[in-house]
């Protein structure tokens, strides 16, 4: 399995803070994604990035931003949080557009308050 | 929404059972993968069809796929305790980048 890490993976804020979430991978895949997970939604997709510093919105990308300096990480900021955006993300990469299976980290928990 | 819907939303069944779980999408794909998630955990990739592609197997999983209706299935034979889980479809567009647009998911429990 791609060996994908995502941290913290538990989180509390406040309302107005801004958030980091990070992941790491060690595959060399050139494709990451950040996804959020909420009941009633399945996994809707937030940003994704198709090369380093190469980056692009995804279906609900409002009050979030990414980036991507290296390969490995992918970083998802959330720029002043929101009880809205209490949810459970998921970082995924792939290797690319051909095979289209993505591997998932273990997700990070926030909650904001 | 864009997204593929699964049916039904649960099922509950007993070990030896089959399972099987429907998806359902809108829009013309490249191809349609299914997932599995274990309560607390990330996603685990199952499986992958091609649009030209009807049916594919994996030990004890089957998928098909009718394009013209839009639709796919994902069978499990002889299902185990350690089955259970949540399964969602993802389907791959058939324009431009490649991403996953996933359905909200069948959560299955098997019983021992």
């Known amino acids: 399995d791609a060996g994908i890490t995502q941290s913290p993976r538990h989180k509390v804020t406040e309302t107005g803070t801004p958030v980091t979430l990070r992941c790491h991978q060690t595959e060399n895949h050139r494709y990451m994604y950040w996804y959020r997970q909420d009941p009633g939604h399945g996994l809707r997709l937030i940003h994704y990035s198709y090369g380093v510093k190469d980056t692009d919105k995804g279906e609900v990308s409002d009050g979030y931003s990414v980036s991507r300096s290296k390969t490995e990480d992918f970083l998802l900021t959330l720029e002043s949080a929101t009880s809205s955006q209490t949810s459970v993300y998921f970082c995924?990469?792939?290797?690319?557009?051909?095979?289209?299976?993505?591997?998932f980290g273990e997700g990070s928990r926030l909650t904001v308050l | 929404s864009q997204q593929g819907e699964e049916d039904p939303q649960a099922l509950s069944i007993q070990e030896g059972e089959n399972a099987t779980m429907n998806c359902s999408y809108k829009?013309?794909?490249?191809?349609l993968q299914w997932y599995r998630q274990n309560s607390g955990r990330g996603l685990v990739h199952l499986i992958l069809i091609r649009s030209n592609e009807r049916e594919k197997h994996s030990g004890r999983l089957r998928v098909t796929l009718d394009t013209s209706k839009k639709s796919s299935s994902l069978l499990i034979t002889a299902s185990r305790a350690a089955d259970t889980a949540s399964y969602f479809c993802a389907t791959v567009w058939n324009t431009g980048f490649q991403k996953l647009v996933f359905g909200t998911g069948t959560r299955l429990l098997v019983s021992p």
């Open positions: 995924a990469s792939s290797a690319g557009r051909e095979t289209g299976e993505l591997f």
């Open positions: 829009t013309s794909i490249n191809n």
